[in-house]
């Protein structure tokens, strides 16, 4: 029964329209504050391969857990080690919610709204771990411990909002990683359909779109057209300078190998093979 009520609560929380009040002018303002570029790359964790956002929030969740363990089992001596670890969760902290915010910022509709819930909650226990660090160190030590343990409960269900928009919702999951391409041939378009340095055009090959496009010296790029960061399709985006940018969330791509060129996406797109023989144009997964 508890997983079913959550379930419908968080299906009450992201239809609740009226969060976009709030959560839809502040994702802007956060786009604003970190745009496309090496802060943005380094906060999305392009340069690491996967988002950055999840690998943080050990770092904090550490700290406080381990300050907890001492506040309830180490008693006196503990108190120094638990201070320090609870200061130490709130430095972590901040990096950790800057990455957080640039992936939210990304976001639209139901995950919008659930993700501005998750940052609201961690925002609160963040403000609750910070005042239990000031008890402390004024010696207040019983009203620390009361502080931490109140962040502590509010982190664990902020936590569970991250989860849904991770594991549920798929948010920053890779849009590829279910993909079972063929090694195939697969005749798709007549190559008068791509001009030398003309717009791309996007076909079907078995479950995925792929993106054509035929380079100013005759060579046939072919790459997935689905975005993997969120899906957009990137036949609609601009081609220049070898690179594909995507018209969803802007980020951009090589045309040769699908490398990641700027995020936010963190991987590359699958690459095809394109053959051109008889007047057409044959591709296949490499």
Not at 52 to 62: A, K
Request: charged letters at 20%; proline letters at 6%.
């Amino acid at each position: 029964m508890a997983p079913r009520v959550i379930e419908q609560a968080l299906g009450r929380l992201g239809k609740a329209a009226a969060l976009d009040a709030v959560a839809k002018p502040l994702a802007k303002k956060i786009a604003a504050l970190i745009p496309h570029g090496v802060v943005k790359d380094a906060l999305s964790g392009t340069w690491l391969g996967h988002p950055l956002h999840p690998m943080l929030t050990d770092l904090p969740i550490g700290c406080w857990t381990n300050a907890m363990a001492l506040d309830l089992l180490a008693g006196e001596q503990g108190r120094a080690g638990a201070r320090f670890l609870v200061g130490m969760g709130v430095v972590t902290a901040l990096p950790t919610a800057a990455s957080g915010l640039a992936d939210w910022s990304d976001t639209l509709g139901e995950e919008r709204r659930l993700g501005f819930a998750h940052a609201a909650g961690n925002t609160v226990a963040l403000s609750c771990y910070g005042l239990s660090w000031l008890a402390r160190r004024k010696g207040d030590h019983r009203r620390g411990v009361a502080l931490g343990l109140l962040g502590g409960a509010i982190a664990t269900g902020s936590a569970y909002l991250g989860g849904h928009l991770a594991w549920r919702r798929g948010v920053n999951v890779d849009r590829h990683a279910w993909d079972h391409p063929s090694d195939k041939w697969t005749d798709v378009a007549p190559e008068d359909a791509l001009a030398p340095g003309g717009p791309p055009i996007a076909v079907g090959v078995g479950h995925d779109q792929v993106l054509l496009v035929r380079e100013g010296d005759g060579a046939v790029r072919a790459l997935s057209d689905v975005c993997g960061h969120a899906g957009g399709p990137l036949h609609e985006g601009t081609i220049e300078r070898g690179c594909v940018t995507c018209p969803w969330h802007g980020s951009v791509f090589r045309l040769d190998d699908g490398g990641v060129a700027h995020g936010p996406a963190t991987g590359p797109q699958p690459v095809y093979e394109a053959e051109l023989a008889a007047g057409r144009v044959s591709v296949r997964r490499h």
